[in-house]
């Protein structure tokens, strides 16, 4: 190679062309670890036959008497729960003095 500023300007920029390179390369493989495996993904539950039928009369009813649909959804959401943590009262309690 001739030891003109030319030859030497070349150099420098096949230099930094690799440098570019292998940040790209380094940069691909983190990103890659960081995804999540497609096998994890969660998949949406599939709905009874007739689910939008009787869910869109439920709403009618409910809103015919002045209600709204999903105040009451929230309230029968807010039921099964307190019911569920009533009932397993004991091993909610169990859980959190582990968590402590």
Do not use: C
């Amino acid at each position: 190679m001739s030891n003109n500023g030319f030859g030497k300007a070349m150099g420098e920029n096949q230099n930094k062309d690799v440098k570019k390179e292998d940040k790209a390369a380094i940069n691909d493989s983190f990103t890659a670890q960081k995804k999540k495996p497609s096998s994890k993904k969660r998949r949406k539950p599939i709905k009874p036959d007739g689910f939008k039928e009787f869910e869109a009369l439920a709403k009618e009813i409910i809103e015919a008497d002045g209600a709204s649909y999903y105040e009451w959804l929230h309230e029968k959401h807010q039921g099964i729960i307190l019911n569920f943590n009533v009932s397993n009262q004991k091993q909610i309690t169990d859980v959190a003095k582990k968590g402590e």
